[in-house]
């Protein structure tokens, strides 16, 4: 198991330039969440994915766009980067509580993606 | 607004002592809180977690303790060890986990020799 996976691990992006973070995931959880850190700062959630088509906002998603397709992929896309943008981007994964019986939930997340936008 | 607070930055302790991490919340919603620990470039790990509806929860050298009318939470390591230096965050969430959690800033804990 590779658990959450991202690309790039790093990357520089000019203002206004596009891209999108890869985050990827095999141990077949519904939820997938994408956080981002500033320096000195606890994560804050950008957006997040309760399965396959269903994506809903988290506390900071101006500036960003998600899509869900498969179970295992949960892209985020940057468009028009501003230097606000600048941070570190981590995805997660969780599973869900009816399989597992479960009402609480660990977060597993990838290892990030350093952005800076000059 | 800052719903999860973890007002020490750094922390040391000795190696062998015990580690005292708070936290404290503000959202009489949350329902469950976890710590994760963070080494540099890499993603957070989770360490431990708490319902609710239990004011303790043990898993080896780490306990979580939970004081729901003070809004505050702690975890304690014991004894402290060289690898347990990193990043400690406090989240809390109030829909089990399954909406996105809620981070502290942070605890830089290091364990001296």
């Known amino acids: 198991n590779a658990g959450v996976t991202q690309t790039p691990k790093f990357r520089i992006l000019k203002i206004g330039q596009s891209m999108t973070l890869q985050c990827a995931q095999d141990?077949?959880?519904?939820?997938m969440y994408w956080y981002r850190q500033d320096p000195g700062m606890g994560l804050k959630l950008i957006y997040y994915?309760?399965?396959?088509?269903?994506?809903d906002k988290g506390e900071v998603p101006n500036g960003y766009n998600v899509s869900r397709s498969t179970t295992e992929d949960f892209p985020l896309r940057l468009e028009l980067a501003a230097p606000s943008q600048t941070s570190v981007y981590f995805c997660?994964?969780?599973?869900?509580?009816?399989?597992?019986?479960?009402?609480?939930?660990?977060?597993?997340f990838g290892p990030g993606t350093r952005l800076t936008v000059l | 607004d800052q719903q999860v607070k973890q007002n020490s930055p750094s922390l040391s302790v000795q190696e062998g002592r015990i580690s005292i991490l708070n936290c404290d919340y503000t959202?009489?919603?949350?329902?469950?809180f976890l710590w994760y620990k963070k080494y540099p470039a890499e993603g957070p790990t989770f360490l431990i977690s708490?319902?609710?509806?239990?004011d303790k929860n043990e898993d080896g050298r780490f306990t979580v303790f939970l004081n729901k009318s003070a809004k505050h939470l702690s975890l304690h390591i014991v004894p402290s060890q060289p690898g347990d230096s990193a990043v400690y965050f406090c989240?809390?969430?109030?829909?089990?986990?399954?909406?996105?959690?809620?981070f502290g800033k942070g605890t830089h804990l290091i364990i001296q020799p």
């Open positions: 141990m077949n959880h519904n939820y």
């Open positions: 994915s309760v399965g396959a088509g269903i994506t």
């Open positions: 989240a809390a969430s109030d829909g089990g986990g399954a909406d996105g959690l809620t």
């Open positions: 708490i319902s609710s509806i239990k």
């Open positions: 997660a994964s969780s599973q869900t509580g009816g399989l597992a019986g479960r009402l609480e939930y660990e977060q597993f």
């Open positions: 959202n009489s919603m949350f329902d469950y």
